[in-house]
């Protein structure tokens, strides 16, 4: 026959436990739980009010179109990628980033994967970019391939570059042009969702922008290594939803945008219909 434990002793054993259970967290454990997650943190003290981090941000303009004006920004960041791969472009990109950033200071609010911020800097400053290239062994990539835009485009904001050192035909660059294009003005396409990375990536080379760990993001490298995962359909709306809140927050400058294409209709027609571009494309965002 097992002998039964005592009730009392259960009783006496369950007791605290028990009585935790039905009262829920003591004083103290909810003043520990207080100084683990402060309420206002994150907020930013102005005078006697604490601002909330989204109350930070300046408005987001919502008539960005992506046709219209962020590929004419975007559009020399394409041109490394159609020249020199996604990976060799991306590392040539990143030095670039790094020693515009280096230059500025880490107090400019400026991204430069907007080709129309270059158009800001003096000409020392300009002198300065030029010079740097050239010890980084990047400059005589950057003018061979910026051709296309200094050469056709007047007053494009690379010029401070230099001309290349072979020269080229118009017929030439005028098709590198509109293969690039081409391949670009489809924003669910991979090329033009690399496009909308270009800001990100500066933001992040330059460490401006911090995703918190708690943050669980899909694998961004899927977009060009599986494109047709789902994991990569995720990965790019997540790429292009932060583009449009990055450049619709930057006062964009459209006059080159206007430039661009009024130069591009006087250079080659304009067709964009045998394409296919889709709807959203057309509407922009």
């Given amino acids: 026959?097992?002998?039964?434990?005592?009730?009392?002793?259960?009783?006496?054993?369950?007791?605290?436990?028990?009585?935790?259970?039905?009262?829920?967290?003591?004083?103290?454990?909810?003043?520990?739980?207080?100084?683990?997650?402060?309420?206002?943190?994150?907020?930013?003290?102005?005078?006697?009010?604490?601002?909330?981090?989204?109350?930070?941000?300046?408005?987001?303009?919502?008539?960005?179109?992506?046709?219209?004006?962020?590929?004419?920004?975007?559009?020399?960041?394409?041109?490394?990628?159609?020249?020199?791969?996604?990976?060799?472009?991306?590392?040539?990109?990143?030095?670039?980033?790094?020693?515009?950033?280096?230059?500025?200071?880490?107090?400019?609010?400026?991204n430069f994967a907007l080709v129309s911020t270059f158009d800001v800097l003096s000409d020392r400053e300009k002198a300065s970019l030029r010079q740097q290239f050239q010890q980084e062994g990047i400059l005589a990539l950057l003018q061979s391939c910026m051709a296309p835009l200094n050469v056709l485009y007047d007053n494009c904001p690379l010029l401070f570059l230099g001309p290349p050192a072979r020269t080229f035909t118009q017929e030439g660059l005028v098709k590198v042009m509109k293969d690039c294009v081409s391949r670009t003005i489809d924003k669910y396409e991979t090329p033009g969702v690399v496009l909308h990375a270009a800001p990100l990536r500066f933001l992040l080379i330059t460490k401006r922008l911090k995703v918190s760990s708690d943050v669980k993001l899909s694998d961004l490298n899927a977009v060009v290594d599986f494109p047709d995962s789902e994991e990569a359909k995720v990965g790019a709306a997540t790429i292009r939803s932060m583009a449009i809140a990055v450049i619709g927050r930057t006062n964009l400058d459209r006059s080159w945008a206007r430039r661009f294409w009024n130069r591009n209709s006087e250079l080659s027609p304009c067709d964009l219909g045998q394409r296919g571009v889709s709807n959203g494309d057309q509407a922009g965002y």
């Fill in 1 to 110: 026959m097992v002998r039964q434990r005592p009730a009392y002793k259960i009783s006496r054993l369950c007791a605290p436990q028990l009585a935790r259970a039905r009262l829920g967290p003591t004083a103290e454990m909810k003043k520990k739980k207080r100084k683990k997650t402060p309420l206002l943190r994150g907020h930013k003290k102005r005078g006697t009010r604490f601002v909330p981090p989204l109350m930070e941000l300046a408005p987001l303009d919502t008539s960005i179109s992506y046709i219209r004006d962020m590929l004419p920004e975007l559009i020399w960041t394409g041109l490394l990628d159609h020249r020199f791969g996604y990976v060799r472009a991306a590392r040539i990109l990143e030095s670039v980033f790094r020693i515009t950033n280096e230059l500025m200071g880490a107090n400019t609010k400026r």
